[in-house]
């Protein structure tokens, strides 16, 4: 029989040894062994992930508050700074041009020779500035020069600036040289008549004022055109010489020069 203890468990007991003493452990196959390495190496795998994500978890929340600090603070802005203020460049002086001295030549007298011949020697010796007048004050164009000849010159003989104007008093080839020089700058009529007797009917003209009318009648009676009033001189005048030009008409009488009014 057992026995019975009222209120208590039995006592245990270790089993008893066998007759050859504790039985022998288990060897693990090479497949087991293998299995629990692998199990191993998934376990450390799975652990260092959760970590690497618990850091990047952590980075992303820290720079999430970066951003939003950078949202939410004012972006500040230098204030603008002005240049600085560039002096005034005054302008180089140049100096004033040397003036070059003009080329002389000598002038030589040309009284005596003919008009052309006259011009041809001056542009010889540099001097192109020419021009020339009918020296008996009536106002005749030279148009042939070779049927003129010099009386008069101005400037007179000598060494001249090579751009002087050279002045040639002439008259025809059969014609003489007066004393004086009469011919110039034709003086206009102002405010009273002025005296035509002995000149050319075409000074006249050219001293009147152009709204002038004017009469130029033959004096010798035989009532010939007037039609070079180079060619014709004054005999009268109507009005007299001296009397209050208030546009009146104007009448010349004349003949030619060879003739005797």
Request: glycine share 8%.
């Amino acid at each position: 029989m057992s026995q019975q203890y009222p209120g208590h468990q039995p006592p245990s007991y270790p089993p008893a040894p066998g007759p050859y003493g504790p039985p022998p452990r288990k060897k693990l196959s090479t497949g087991a062994v293998i299995a629990l390495a692998l199990g191993g190496v998934f376990v450390f795998l799975v652990a260092l992930g959760a970590v690497v994500g618990d850091g990047d978890a952590e980075k992303d929340e820290a720079g999430g508050r970066s951003d939003a600090k950078a949202v939410a603070s004012p972006a500040t802005t230098s204030p603008a700074v002005e240049p600085p203020a560039t002096p005034a460049v005054r302008p180089k002086e140049t100096p004033p041009e040397e003036k070059e001295e003009p080329e002389t030549g000598r002038l030589p007298d040309f009284v005596g020779m003919g008009l052309q011949s006259a011009q041809d020697k001056a542009q010889e010796l540099d001097f192109f500035r020419l021009t020339s007048h009918d020296a008996l004050g009536r106002e005749r164009n030279q148009f042939s020069d070779r049927n003129w000849k010099v009386c008069f010159q101005s400037p007179r003989p000598g060494v001249h600036p090579t751009d002087t104007e050279v002045d040639f008093g002439t008259v025809k080839l059969d014609e003489t040289c007066p004393a004086s020089d009469r011919g110039g700058e034709v003086a206009e009529a102002t405010d009273t008549m002025p005296d035509f007797t002995g000149k050319s009917a075409n000074v006249a003209r050219e001293a009147l004022d152009s709204s002038t009318s004017l009469s130029v009648e033959d004096a010798s009676g035989e009532d010939r055109f007037v039609l070079v009033e180079s060619n014709w001189k004054v005999c009268s005048q109507q009005p007299s010489a001296g009397t209050a030009l208030n546009g009146q008409p104007v009448t010349l009488r004349v003949v030619k020069f060879e003739e005797s009014c």
